[in-house]
């Protein structure tokens, strides 16, 4: 029993003695594996910026806008001489050119110096001037622009060959996936945002814009002016969208980004010819005015023709306002976008097979997409 007393007091003087000594020298222990990689390692934001960031361009555009001053007076600023005297002797009846500047994002998708931004960033601007991140500053030309889709194509003048962005899969994103916008809000450059994809195939004609034929990705990561034309980035650092419409209401604002498989197609088109091919066949459509028991069945609802644009291919082939579209090339029709992204993958010149609901009778009507553009212009 003493040996055991004796023992258990030479244990517990160790302990002392050691806690002792660990409390006045620090000992330096191995980090574990992970902890290091933990530590060490990048953020995924900053390897996606290093990635793509060498092809992400600002863009600054001047041009001459003519002045009236007198339009912006007061009613009766003029009446009193004192102020009359000092505007007759500028002569401001006459109109003046003013130097008007503006700023926006780009990427530049192809090695021989192609950048694609929105098109209302470069629209009616005498010179452009298109800034990269090493800090070279090329003049560009607009080789094309689309404005039903806001998308743009500007050429560098200069003989590159130049970074190029990495191009993802709009097709192939989530709700949820981690969304990066990129741009130059305020001038400020290489500003950086972080969010998630909110929703997809966002018709645009729901945030009360009707003049633009688009579908977008909508994203909570902060999107301002500057940042139109700019990428909005995956955890990789692929482009999925190009940024291009702030919705701001009370509480937060609202970002979209045109898909970058749609924009890239546009593009295409904007390089080689010059303008994008948008089919159309006149009808302005809506949902049909359907009972709760019809909108409860698992049946095709159709879509509502509201308007027929005067000699459209509507027209001519008597499709008739409140008929109802049923089908088109024997696809159910749910919603009036479906009507349009049949149109659109069907293309202009090729025939199109309608069924059509026209009080209770059904008919089928046969039509060919025309070129918006030029029917416009015929």
């Known amino acids: 029993m003493q040996n055991f007393f004796k023992k258990s007091q030479y244990l517990l003087s160790l302990l002392l003695i050691g806690s002792t000594y660990f409390e006045n020298h620090s000992i330096a222990l191995p980090r574990k594996e992970k902890e290091i990689s933990l530590y060490e390692k990048k953020s ?33 600023f ?25 700023q926006g994002s780009g990427i530049i998708f192809a090695s021989e110096g ?14 452009l001037i298109v800034g990269l991140s090493d800090g070279r500053r090329v003049a560009g030309q607009v080789i094309g622009q689309d404005l039903l889709t806001d998308l ?43 969010g998630i994809i909110s929703n997809l195939n966002r018709n645009i004609s729901q945030l009360g814009v009707s003049h633009k034929r688009l579908n977008l990705i909508q994203t909570d990561a902060a999107i301002h002016p500057g940042n139109s034309g700019g990428p909005l980035l995956n955890s990789e650092g692929e482009v999925i969208g190009i940024n291009t419409l702030i919705h701001s209401g009370p ?59 005067p000699d459209s291919p509507a027209d001519k082939k008597g499709l008739k306002i409140n008929d109802i ?11 009036p976008h479906d009507v349009v992204e049949e149109i659109t993958q069907n293309g202009i010149e090729k025939e199109m097979k309608f069924r059509v609901l026209r009080g209770n009778k059904e008919l089928i009507i046969w039509l060919t997409p025309q070129n918006l553009n030029s029917f416009y212009t015929q």
């Open 78 to 102: 003029l009446i009193d001489p004192y102020f009359k005297q000092f505007l007759d002797k500028n002569n401001s009846n006459s109109p003046q050119w003013q130097i008007e500047r503006g």
């Open 44 to 76: 995924f934001i900053s390897e996606a910026l290093e990635r793509s960031g060498p092809a992400i361009v600002t863009i600054d555009t001047k041009r001459k806008v003519l002045y009236n001053y007198r339009y912006f007076l007061p009613p009766d």
């Open 325 to 335: 579209i049923l089908s088109v090339n024997d696809k159910n029709i749910n919603h």
């Open 251 to 309: 509480g937060a604002g609202l970002g979209f980004a045109i898909p970058i498989n749609e924009a890239i197609k546009i593009a295409s088109q904007l390089t080689l010819k010059g303008e994008a091919i948008h089919p159309m066949i006149g009808a302005h459509l809506t949902y049909p005015n359907l009972t709760e028991e019809e909108k409860s069945k698992e049946t095709e609802k159709g879509s509502l023709v509201v308007y027929i644009q």
């Open 114 to 127: 192609l950048v694609l931004t929105n098109a209302h960033v470069v629209a009616k601007s005498d010179q």
């Open 152 to 194: 743009a194509v500007i050429k560098l003048k200069v003989k590159g060959p130049w970074p190029t962005i990495v191009l993802g899969d709009s097709n192939n994103i989530n709700v949820g996936d981690w969304a990066i916008a990129v741009g130059n809000p305020y001038g400020l450059e290489k500003t950086v945002t972080l």
